[in-house]
């Protein structure tokens, strides 16, 4: 069963912080490439970041620098660690599993959580 619970979203201001987790089940994390993806209003959902299974990470071009992924196998987590947040980051956050395909990372499952909302305010 696929199970993937987002939270740590809330509302900051424009420079602020936040750090995002996501519990997954053990059939949907384990050994799996996870990634964070973020959709805003009225746009589609985007690919923010990746991580393996031995940590390396890829992030889109927009948050280099200010983003960190990581996990914890043990716990079956994985964290988004927002830095110097900006107004076009304001989006609902989700994670999936991911699997590289023709056209890139695309997520594994077609479940989503219910995601967390981040509003960031100018």
């Known amino acids: 069963q696929v199970q993937l619970e987002e939270s740590g979203g809330g509302l900051v201001q424009a420079g602020g912080s936040l750090r995002l987790s996501c519990a997954a089940s053990?059939?949907?994390?384990?050994?799996?490439?996870m990634g964070w993806f973020r959709q805003a209003p009225e746009k589609q959902r985007e690919l923010v970041a990746t991580i393996t299974t031995g940590g390396n990470a890829i992030y889109v071009d927009s948050v280099k620098g200010r983003f960190t992924i990581s996990r914890d196998n043990a716990k079956n987590t994985v964290y988004l660690q927002m830095n110097t947040l900006k107004p076009e980051d304001t989006a609902v956050y989700y994670c999936?599993?991911?699997?590289?395909?023709?056209?890139?990372?695309?997520?594994?499952?077609?479940?989503w959580g219910q995601g967390t909302q981040v509003t960031v305010s100018s």
């Open positions: 999936n599993a991911v699997i590289m395909s023709v056209t890139g990372f695309t997520p594994m499952y077609r479940h």
């Open positions: 053990g059939s949907v994390f384990s050994r799996k490439t």
